[in-house]
């Protein structure tokens, strides 16, 4: 082998030396980025997503992202879709400060923008984002314009844009390249699936504080409502008592007034009978009494004595229907009654209101029937229908009929009550047993006459009560209680 042929080998040796450690070197370069990857990559995954700090995450994703490639100047924008805004959490910028902090920006046409519009990631100098201005693509550049590199790399977790990552160099010596674009990109996706797990968790915990803070709002208006529920069932049943007590008032006004007819009577012809005393007497002292005086004073007597008997009987019936049926009412005694009898007695008890009217009250029931009831409650239910047909179903001195029919069926109680008045429409009816409802609102009606109804049917004697009615065809109540 000639020196010529030595030395060529020799300086092929030295080449494939050369190439070779230079491979070696782009392996262990590449072995050293593939660990500095994947050891980023672990730490964004181990990142703790439940912090409410935000402001510590992305300093966290900062760090991360510094340690693979240069990123002094960096920052984080969070993209609106609803809005087209862009929101910038975390900016680091060694020129701008943090002037951008924090800021919400329209998406405009800047070079973040051009970003979000391809959703692609970005490498570009000055001269390109000139060529890019030429072109129309974007408009300018928002803040410092005198880097010397820029990238951008879109935020996108399940096809959904969170924003993007944009790192730049401000260094001629520090320009990224493709690999660095690739790089920043690959993390860029990752970051996009931690905010998005962050975004879910701090949507979470938003949630469920604002459920939490509902249900206290919610138990607070309930308790308040519950409050007022209970007020208003004090005061109605307070109402309810001085319906009661102003009905039983009228009950007594009227008997007092009832009654004052037959004593009134009896006074004058008990005056009449001590005139005429006082007459015979003067004549048998002075001995000038004659067979005829005698005789017509006993006759006098004999008159006033029928209509003495006749009115204080007449008052009496009075005083004792009066008596049993303001005890009833007061009272709420359980009680057998004759339930023909009883209703006999309500209806005499309401004789001063019945006599200025043209109707007549016709009852339809077995005298044989008797019950153990709640003896006020009946009154009370037969005195507020019978007045509310007076009050309202017919005019003042219109002809009017109220029938009542009673009977037992199924060891329970029926009640028929119908009048052929007025009547009322589909709207009034719906109505009608609602408290303080009333059709003749400041005339004196009070509204819970038929309310008072149905709480002593439903509550006092544990039964059941329906109402029909047709305009112009009365009104007619059906009322079932079992017999106990």
């Not at 803070?213 to 919610?218: D, E, S, T």
């Not at 009896?266 to 005056?271: D, I, K, R, W, Y």
């Not at 007459?279 to 004999?302: A, R």
């Not at 008797?370 to 179903?393: K, P, R, W």
Request: proline share 2%; net charge negative; glycine share 6%.
């Amino acid at each position: 082998m000639s020196i010529t042929e030595n030395s060529a080998d020799s300086k092929s040796k030295t080449l494939d030396s050369q190439e070779y450690i230079l491979q070696l070197e782009q392996e262990l370069a590449e072995r050293k980025r593939s660990e500095k990857l994947q050891h980023a990559l672990f730490k964004i995954a181990s990142i703790d997503y439940n912090s409410n700090d935000l402001d510590l995450f992305y300093q966290q994703i900062h760090s991360i992202i510094d340690k693979l490639i240069y990123a002094k100047n960096f920052f984080i924008a969070l993209y609106s879709e609803e809005d087209l805004s862009l929101t910038i959490p975390y900016f680091i910028d060694e020129k701008d400060d943090n002037h951008f902090k924090g800021r919400k920006l329209p998406i405009g046409k800047g070079v973040s923008a051009y970003v979000i519009r391809t959703r692609m990631p970005q490498l570009l100098d000055l001269s390109q984002i000139n060529v890019l201005i030429a072109q129309g693509e974007i408009e300018g550049i928002l803040g410092s314009a005198d880097f010397t590199s820029w990238m951008g790399a879109p935020m996108i977790s399940a096809n959904v844009l969170h924003g993007l990552i944009v790192v730049q160099s401000y260094d001629k010596d520090i320009i990224y390249n493709d690999n660095d674009l690739m790089l920043l990109n690959f993390v860029a996706q990752h970051v996009a699936n931690a905010i998005d797990t962050v975004v879910n968790t701090q949507q979470r915990k938003d949630s469920q504080l604002k459920m939490a803070k509902q249900h206290r709002l919610l138990e607070e208006k309930n308790q308040d409502l519950n409050h007022v529920i209970e007020q208003l069932k004090a005061t109605q049943e307070e109402l309810i008592q001085k319906e009661k007590m102003a009905s039983l008032g009228g009950l007594v006004a009227g008997i007092a007034h009832e009654i004052n007819t037959p004593l009134g009577i009896c006074v004058t012809g008990v005056s009449h009978l001590q005139e005429e005393y006082k007459i015979i007497k003067q004549s048998i002292d002075d001995k000038t009494l004659t067979e005829v005086n005698l005789m017509n004073f006993f006759e006098d007597m004999g008159e006033v004595l029928v209509i003495l008997s006749t009115n204080t009987l007449r008052g009496a019936s009075l005083v004792n229907s009066f008596k049993q049926v303001a005890v009833d009412q007061s009272s709420n005694e359980v009680r057998n009654i004759n339930v023909l009898q009883y209703i006999d007695e309500i209806t005499l008890s309401l004789r001063p209101k019945l006599k200025r009217t043209n109707i007549t009250i016709d009852v339809e029931c077995d005298s044989r029937l008797f019950i153990n009831v709640n003896a006020g409650a009946i009154s009370q239910i037969f005195s507020n229908l019978i007045l509310n047909s007076v009050n309202h179903a017919f005019d003042e001195k219109t002809k009017g009929k109220i029938l009542i029919e009673v009977y037992e069926k199924n060891a329970s109680i029926i009640i028929r009550y119908r009048d052929d008045g007025k009547g009322i429409d589909d709207e009034a009816l719906k109505l009608l047993f609602e408290p303080f409802y009333t059709t003749k609102r400041g005339e004196g009606g009070s509204g819970l006459g038929t309310h008072l109804v149905y709480n002593l049917v439903t509550g006092s004697l544990k039964g059941k009560i329906t109402v029909k009615s047709q305009v112009g065809k009365g009104l007619a109540y059906l009322i079932k209680f079992p017999v106990g």
